[in-house]
C-alpha cells in the first residue's frame, strides 16, 4: 500500500473513529469527558480495520536495520 492510500485510509478511520466516540461520551457517559480515550481508539480503529481487512505487519529487514542489526 503506498503512503497516500495509507494515509487515506487512517485519516478516514479516524474521522470515523472521532464521531462515534463523540457520540459514545454523549450517549454511554452522558457527556462527560472520557479519559480513557486512548483505549478506547485503539479498540475501535483496530476493530475497524479488522473489518475492512487489514492487519499490521512489520517489516522484519527494515526493522532490523533501524535497530542496528
Known amino acids: 500500500m503506498d503512503t497516500t492510500t495509507t494515509n487515506e485510509v487512517i485519516l478516514g478511520l479516524l474521522t470515523e473513529?472521532?464521531?462515534a466516540?463523540?457520540?459514545y461520551e454523549a450517549e454511554e457517559l452522558g457527556g462527560v469527558?472520557?479519559?480513557e480515550w486512548?483505549?478506547?481508539y485503539?479498540?475501535?480503529m483496530t476493530s475497524s480495520l479488522a473489518a475492512r481487512g487489514y492487519r499490521l505487519a512489520?517489516?522484519?529487514k527494515a526493522s532490523a536495520t533501524s535497530e542496528g542489526r
Open 17 to 19: 473513529a472521532a464521531a
Open 21 to 23: 466516540h463523540g457520540a
Open 33 to 35: 469527558y472520557d479519559e
Open 38 to 40: 486512548p483505549a478506547w
Open 42 to 44: 485503539a479498540a475501535h
Open 58 to 60: 512489520t517489516d522484519a
